[in-house]
């Protein structure tokens, strides 16, 4: 495959105007920052089906309160300093949005790499291995958490079990996640007290596995069946919880995320407000709430933070309709290519979804609901039809003029009908038809490319031939005029949205040597967008964020190399050199401190 290569221009006449215009206006309001001398992409011209086949450029930004003033020439941002301007000079680095990741658990992700970090482990005797050394330091009766495991990239691909994790535990009640958090393996101290036995039945929308004797091997599959033992687990103080927040965080900025789209505990919520109160939150947040809570709940939960903190606000409700490819547990229309007995957990009955849906939806709440395997997302699409009749627009902040409030139609494809910007999160494999469902009711398709990289390895054998290929289909997406949102459902993958825009790209293993229903790939123009202003669209945020033009935040990105002009295999080697959000820098790289000290001397 040849390197994809996007050659960029100097600014356009409409970015001139614009320019001229910020700088009239911003008169007398100097700039706080001046970023110099880059080479920088604003955003503009890089959704789908833009008559410019070549993004926007400019080489300055001007930064003041946080947001941008303005955006074009050197010189001309130069009549913007004044005695207390930072200037910055960038030295012809690439500079770019800050991506706003649609989806993640960042709580998860920050107890993960405080406890038992399995990420990456290839064969059960280095997941024991990990095991143990975390163990030699644990407090006596503590649990053992965390997680991270992916035995589809073990040798013989055989799940872990009680008495493997008994050999290693010393006792200690232990619970460990499979990396896609739709399955655990428990300990025998840890089903002991949660009395899971033979005669233990299945929860609803969940599985115990027993061995032949009918005895539980320790796998539980979904949240249902984990549950009995994670009641039984003491709960992080918020300290912890601060404390797990912070380390996720840190890892974030570091990969050029400033806003991430996030699921994590309403415990956590708390804590993220008080990060906030103590000016300790660097990142912006979309936190999500739970679909299955009391509606009078939610409304209470809403109502107690301002929609218009554009730092913290509380966005979609969730909701799981089913579980993972690689758990099997994503309700699929027909059984597993691999599993003939099999069609995977739905959560739900439908007409017990499409009531809870109309309701929430008549009180003003955004509907995103998990959606993996082909039933799941025809159940997603039949509630969102119901719930749409019924739907009453809530206060969305859009920005600071005086249509901050107004609902207005995406850039990319057309205007959807739904007022709430209903979404399927993941909304892997389809039917056929359900392409024009998405595009009929306007339902945003929140996707994560980089599970392309994890799955391909795997997903046609689950899914078989004709399956595979309604899986992943990103560019189908947008051929049927689709708002497609990306991210990376961290910590499942990683953060790093660089992997991200690959995968988008190619459709290929990350050597690069293994091809998968390549028809399905997107520019990078395209995954861009996905990753920033689409998402943005997809939290009421995109007269806000994803761009870099006079009235947005100030959030951007310098990396190491022009991601527009790299190949595919060097844009899986970018770095993150400097990390902005709000004006302020958040995140330094050792090499670019280093680059500036050259640069004084």
Do not use: C
Request: charged residues 20%; proline residues 7%.
């Amino acid at each position: 495959m040849k390197p994809v290569r996007l050659h960029l221009v100097k600014p356009l006449t409409l970015s001139a105007i614009l320019l001229l215009t910020a700088v009239a206006q911003a008169q007398t309001m100097p700039a706080d920052t001046i970023y110099l001398h880059g080479n920088i992409l604003t955003g503009a011209h890089l959704r789908p089906n833009d008559p410019s086949p070549t993004p926007a450029t400019v080489t300055a930004i001007a930064i003041t309160n946080g947001k941008i003033i303005a955006a074009g020439t050197d010189g001309e941002l130069l009549k913007l300093k004044s005695h207390k301007t930072k200037v910055i000079d960038l030295q012809g680095a690439f500079a770019m949005p800050g991506f706003n990741d649609a989806h993640t658990h960042i709580g998860e992700a920050g107890r993960q790499k405080l406890s038992v970090n399995l990420v990456g482990v290839h064969s059960l005797a280095e997941m024991q291995q990990r095991i143990r050394a975390y163990v030699a330091t644990a407090q006596p009766g503590t649990w053992i958490q965390g997680g991270g495991w992916d035995h589809t990239l073990w040798p013989d691909s055989k799940l872990p079990s009680r008495t493997d994790l008994d050999l290693v535990t010393a006792g200690h009640p232990a619970l460990l996640r499979r990396v896609d958090g739709h399955m655990s393996v428990a300990n025998s101290a840890a089903l002991a007290a949660a009395n899971i036995t033979a005669a233990t039945p299945d929860p609803a929308g969940a599985k115990i596995d027993r061995d032949a004797s009918g005895n539980p091997t320790g796998i539980l599959r979904e949240a249902a069946a984990y549950a009995l033992v994670t009641v039984k687990i003491p709960p992080p103080s918020l300290e912890q919880r601060r404390q797990a927040l912070t380390v996720a965080i840190a890892d974030i900025l570091a990969n050029g995320v400033t806003s991430v789209q996030d699921n994590s505990e309403w415990d956590d919520f708390l804590a993220l407000e008080e990060l906030e109160r103590t000016n300790k939150l660097p990142l912006r947040i979309g936190e999500w709430m739970d679909f299955n809570q009391p509606v009078e709940v939610l409304k209470q939960r809403r109502a107690s933070h301002s929609s218009d903190d554009l730092r913290l606000h509380l966005t979609q409700l969730k909701g799981y309709m089913d579980g993972s490819l690689g758990s099997r547990t994503a309700a699929m229309q027909e059984p597993y290519s691999d599993d003939s007995g099999n069609s995977g957990l739905p959560r739900y009955e439908q007409s017990k979804l499409n009531q809870m849906a109309a309701k929430r939806a008549a009180a003003g709440f955004q509907l995103g609901f998990h959606a993996i395997g082909d039933r799941a997302n025809a159940m997603a699409l039949n509630a969102f039809g119901v719930a749409d009749q019924v739907a009453t627009p809530a206060p969305q902040p859009l920005g600071n003029g005086p249509d901050a409030h107004v609902v207005t139609k995406p850039e990319q494809g057309t205007p959807p009908p739904a007022v709430l910007r209903f979404r399927v999160e993941h909304a892997q494999v389809l039917l056929p038809s359900d392409f024009e469902r998405f595009e009929k009711e306007g339902v945003i398709a929140s996707m994560q490319p980089s599970h392309l990289l994890t799955d391909m390895k795997w997903a046609t054998d689950r899914l078989g031939p004709e399956r595979i290929k309604y899986a992943y289909a990103w560019k189908s997406f947008l051929d049927h005029h689709v708002i497609l949102a990306f991210g990376t459902d961290y910590p499942v993958e990683l953060i790093n949205p660089f992997r991200g825009l690959y995968a988008a790209i190619t459709r290929q293993n990350e050597a690069g040597t293994q091809p998968f229903q390549p028809q399905e790939k997107i520019s990078l123009n395209e995954a861009i967008y996905a990753y920033t202003q689409a998402s943005a669209y997809g939290e009421f945020r995109e007269k806000v964020k994803g761009r870099l033009e006079p009235g947005y935040l100030g959030d951007l990105i310098v990396l190491d190399r022009d991601i527009t002009a790299a190949s595919p295999q060097e844009l899986l080697h970018t770095k993150v050199l400097r990390t902005v959000v709000n004006g302020e820098t958040v995140y330094t790289a050792p090499e670019a401190t280093e680059r500036a000290t050259k640069a004084q001397d």
